[in-house]
């Protein structure tokens, strides 16, 4: 049985191998301070054995979380954020998208089926920039604008 408070969170959690922290990183930490049950993938830094732990991680621990939020970028990533959600979608999983990268409107005008058939199902997307929430409104109409959180 899952607590009442559990999130998957499917993003790249990369700042220990180096890489730039990413805000999924901050909002995991954030909801497990505030007594979240936080689920995390994927931190591996190969790109086949991070979309195969995001998607192994989705199922095995599907007993563990109530919901699901997704980083969902354009290339190559996208097909991450495609596998994830059809995953949920299989397990009958809630889940919520965070779209991210000034590359994504370019990637749905090229691929907008594929595009709104990961933006369809999803209960709740949100983007970060008004650039986004206006280019990607012609794939769903609903986006919510929510801006990166900045520490000063």
């Not at 591996?44 to 997704?70: F, K, N, S």
């Amino acid at each position: 049985m899952t607590p009442d408070r559990s999130v998957l969170i499917v993003g790249n959690f990369l700042s220990a191998a180096g890489n730039t922290r990413a805000v999924c990183e901050d909002l995991a930490d954030r909801l497990a301070g505030n007594g979240w049950q936080v689920t995390r993938t994927s931190g591996h830094p190969g790109r086949l054995r991070r979309l195969l732990d995001m998607v192994g991680t989705a199922w095995r621990r599907r007993h563990h979380y109530e919901v699901a939020q997704i980083d969902v970028f354009s290339g190559p990533a996208f097909l991450w954020a495609e596998a994830v959600c059809l995953t949920l979608r299989l397990l009958r999983k809630p889940f919520i998208l965070t779209l991210h990268g000034g590359g994504l409107p370019e990637f749905a005008a090229r691929w907008p089926g594929r595009v709104r058939r990961v933006l369809r199902p999803a209960q709740v997307v949100t983007v970060p920039s008004r650039y986004l929430l206006e280019q990607m409104q012609p794939y769903r109409d609903d986006l919510l604008l929510l801006p990166n959180p900045l520490a000063v």
